[in-house]
């Protein structure tokens, strides 16, 4: 079991997975914050004068924690907030589904209609984190260009 | 040292989010003036509120309703300006319009889809007009047990940019 974790094609494929995941999330949020702050209000989750510091933020976590995975610099960092990140999606995820919100989860687009499921996402989330699991748990310190 | 790196990233992301808003095309006020569920706020009423009128509520309370498809948003403006635009998914119903006389058929044939305990949002434009109000009255006094009024109205659901829909463009 502990080979296969540590499996150095394994963890750079679930590094680029989850990396390219997290960068391609942001993209959307960084161009438009106005659209992603507005996703974070329909959860009713968050202060609203938090709000907006949220939005302008949490991307560029999202972008550097990916590139972060995929490059291999400030590495144990990035698998922290990818962790963190993941976790925090599913719950409010999970609390979105449990009250009966029908939202669009704000994670790849804009929030320009909350029609649209949080199920699915909620799926996909769920198998993000066993990838992360991996590379948390994962010894391997191949192809990396910074410091570990 | 995963703790260090874990803040180094949050204090690059800081700089390159904040710094970046300052010259963004798309810039964000740092604080967020968004509504909170429970700030307080409460809904928007009308100053001749009568005994046994349906309850008001605030615009995040009708958006909640509105995401989890709780409730039926009626429209109580003229069709102009409903067609100009209103909440999506509204239906119309113009108070001024209705007909005269017994109104439980029209309404029975309008809300046909509905059951008398049903959920009904009604507004209309804002707090300077009171249709939403008098068409409750009307629906309350024909059974309909579960209204709401947003009084609030078109005009504060589209300042908090929430979805609408436009029939057509509005006229000058």
């Not at chain 1, 550097?64 to 976790?87: C, D, E, K, Q, S």
């Not at chain 1, 499921?117 to 909620?122: C, E, I, K, N, R």
């Not at chain 2, 001749?48 to 349906?54: L, R, S, V």
Request: hydrophobic share 50%.
């Amino acid at each position: 079991m502990r080979r296969i974790i540590d499996n150095d094609h394994l963890t750079m494929a679930a590094r680029v997975v989850v990396g390219v995941v997290f960068v391609s999330a942001s993209v959307y949020k960084i161009i438009d914050p106005g659209s992603f702050a507005r996703s974070i209000w329909y959860y009713h989750l968050m202060p609203g004068s938090l709000i907006n510091l949220i939005a302008l933020v949490l991307p560029w976590v999202e972008a550097l924690a990916g590139l972060g995975l995929i490059f291999g610099f400030l590495y144990r960092g990035a698998i922290v907030w990818v962790n963190v990140m993941t976790v925090a999606f599913i719950g409010a995820l999970t609390l979105a589904v449990a009250r009966g919100l029908d939202i669009d989860c704000g994670c790849f687009k804009a929030a320009d209609d909350i029609d649209g499921s949080a199920l699915q996402p909620l799926i996909l989330d769920g198998a993000l984190l066993l990838l992360i699991m991996q590379l948390w748990f994962s010894r391997s310190r191949r192809w990396m260009c910074g410091r570990k | 040292m995963a703790l260090r790196q874990t803040i180094y990233i949050l204090l690059i992301a800081s700089a390159l989010g904040l710094g970046l808003n300052l010259v963004s095309p798309n810039r964000l006020d740092f604080i967020g003036n968004w509504r909170d569920l429970h700030d307080g706020d409460g809904p928007i009423l009308p100053p001749d509120i009568e005994p046994g009128d349906a309850p008001f509520i605030a615009v995040d309370v009708a958006q909640l309703d509105f995401s989890a498809r709780a409730a039926l948003f009626v429209d109580a403006r003229d069709p102009d300006e409903f067609e100009c635009g209103t909440i999506r998914g509204a239906i119309n119903i113009p108070f001024e319009y209705l007909p005269e006389g017994d109104l439980g058929p029209y309404f029975d044939s309008v809300l046909s889809h509905l059951s008398k305990d049903e959920r009904i949002i009604i507004f209309c434009s804002g707090e300077e007009c009171d249709v939403s109000l008098h068409l409750a009255r009307n629906l309350q006094a024909l059974g309909y047990t579960d209204l709401a009024i947003f009084f609030g109205g078109s005009r504060e659901w589209e300042r908090f940019h929430l979805p609408i829909e436009q029939r057509r463009p509005c006229d000058e």
